[in-house]
């Protein structure tokens, strides 16, 4: 009997799960979106409740879909919307508050009482993170403050977590209170050289320990899944943060390997090895994976507007239809005539980091039409991964060999064939493009022996498209020439 293994894949805006045959091949996925809340400008939130209810419907409907029996089922892997944090009572597990996603910008105040106190550096140098509203401690702060629950955190009446958590606690028999390595390291808490909370950030913002989830491996039997929710104990055997999970599902097991997801944004990682790079272009340093004592760190850096730019065509400027369309109208022409768009719509990112860039369209004449449009903003996306990719090659001086790539936008062909033009290396997109979810299966199925060591997940990953640059050396650095001066026109356009 063939063993299987589930992904429960906790997304910002949907659960869902899929299931994987011990070959790694999909055999059924189900997913169910929930609503998005929004407070005020500027403040997101989701119902935690949805959260659990849909992942638990996602994850019955996927195995009966799949004709799978539990018995057959090894395991269950769980990856998740990252930073998003959740508080609520140890003792009857409500929820004391909505979520606080990962996008909500309402605790920027204690990003600057941490940078007043002096800990800028501290920050950088032990969580590998930049200060930001984005992660979850300040997130964590803002409730205990506002509801006013310090003093029952302290006393261990609370639970605080980020979504794995909130999950793991309501899912797995006798209620473990656990963390993964790889989510611990996105909360601007965890010391990602001891692997334990820094006593100093928790100090600074009066967290109590007694709130905080045990860090596990992210790849180990946290407890078994109750019962009635498959109709057997299943073990859940690995918690991972959505694009680290995404970067073991690419195969990215190996120092100066790269995955680039394409989707609203894009996340770029590089696998750096065992011990974390600092970086000194913007980048951050984050853990990876922690699989039976051994720890690997990656580098990720993101781009702000990548599939964005091209809903922008589709919704403000009405120049395509659909985002398929961007692809036949690039093609159509054989260069950018001299076009280019910076999509700083939310300023620059790494390696700039300037809040003050707008979005720019530079370089148009009279002859300038739809295609040049549609084709600059395809350019954007790999002229944005390739200077992330630079910066990650200056910071931990490995030039990557290739790029593997997944997420809606890699199934546009002229983008990818651009990007490893941009890069001179080529681009691999796997036959199965579900990669977050395939890393949390393969890290779950990897803790209970479906596959007895890292050697034997070597087939599971193979390549569908492989493409190879095509464009001359004079040709790319003409590009890229053109791209470094649109940037610069871009930047500092709000003036203070």
């Known amino acids: 009997m063939d063993r299987c293994v589930v992904a429960m894949d906790q997304g910002t805006t949907s659960s869902r799960a899929v299931v994987f045959d011990s070959r790694g091949k999909m055999l059924a996925q189900h997913g169910i ?26 994850l019955r409907l996927a195995v009966r879909q799949s004709g799978v029996s539990p018995a057959q089922i090894a395991a269950v892997g ?97 209620r473990p209170h656990v963390t993964d390595v790889s989510n611990a390291s996105r909360t601007m808490l965890l010391n990602i050289h001891t692997l334990d909370w820094d006593d100093t950030l ?33 073990p859940l055997a690995a918690m991972a943060g959505d694009q680290q999970a995404a970067l073991f599902g690419q195969a990215c097991h190996s120092p100066g390997m790269v995955k680039n997801t394409y989707g609203t944004g894009c996340f770029l990682l590089m696998h750096t090895g065992e011990q974390p790079v600092t970086s000194e272009n913007g980048l951050l340093s984050t853990v990876a994976w922690r699989i039976a004592g051994k720890t690997a760190y990656a580098l990720e850096g993101s781009v702000f507007v990548a599939g964005a730019a091209l809903q922008w065509l589709r919704d403000e400027m009405g120049i395509i239809q659909c ?100 890069l001179g290396i080529p681009v691999l997109r796997p036959r199965v493009i579900e990669t977050t979810a395939l890393g949390a299966a393969l890290l779950a199925g990897l803790a209970v022996g479906v596959w007895p060591d890292m050697d034997a997940l070597a087939g599971v990953w193979q390549p569908d498209v492989h493409l190879p640059p095509r464009m001359d050396a004079a040709r790319r650095q003409a590009n890229a020439h053109g791209w470094t001066r649109a940037v610069a026109r871009s930047r500092g356009w709000i003036e203070g």
């Open 33 to 58: 979106e929930f609503a998005q809340i929004y407070p005020q400008p500027g403040w997101v939130e989701h119902d935690p409740r949805a959260i659990l209810d849909t992942q638990l419907e996602s």
């Open 78 to 174: 769980l990856t998740n919307q990252r930073e998003t944090t959740l508080l609520w009572d140890r003792s009857t597990g409500l929820p004391v508050h909505n979520a606080i996603v990962w996008q909500c910008r309402r605790s920027a105040p204690y990003v600057e009482k941490l940078r007043a106190m002096g800990l800028d550096s501290h920050i950088r140098q032990t969580t590998g993170l930049i200060p930001d509203a984005y992660f979850s401690a300040t997130k964590l702060a803002w409730l205990l403050d506002t509801l006013h629950l310090r003093e029952r955190a302290r006393a261990g009446e609370l639970c605080f977590g980020t979504v794995d958590t909130w999950l793991a606690w309501h899912m797995v028999a006798g």
């Open 202 to 234: 928790l100090d600074a913002l009066d967290i109590p320990r007694a709130v905080l989830p045990r860090v596990v491996d992210t790849a180990g039997v946290v407890g078994d899944l109750d019962a009635a929710i498959l109709g057997r104990p299943i």
């Open 323 to 422: 985002a398929a369309d961007s692809e036949a109208l690039a093609s159509s022409i054989p260069d950018n005539g001299g076009v280019y768009l910076v999509p700083a719509f939310t300023g620059l990112g790494a390696p700039y980091w300037d809040m003050y860039a707008r979005g720019t369209l530079l370089g148009l004449t009279r002859g300038t039409g739809r295609a040049h449009v549609a084709r600059a903003a395809l350019e954007a996306i790999a002229y944005q991964s390739a200077d992330l990719l630079r910066a990650m090659a200056q910071d931990s001086g490995v030039h990557p060999p290739q790029l593997r790539v997944d997420g809606g936008a890699s199934a546009n062909g002229f983008l990818l064939q651009f990007q490893a033009d941009m």
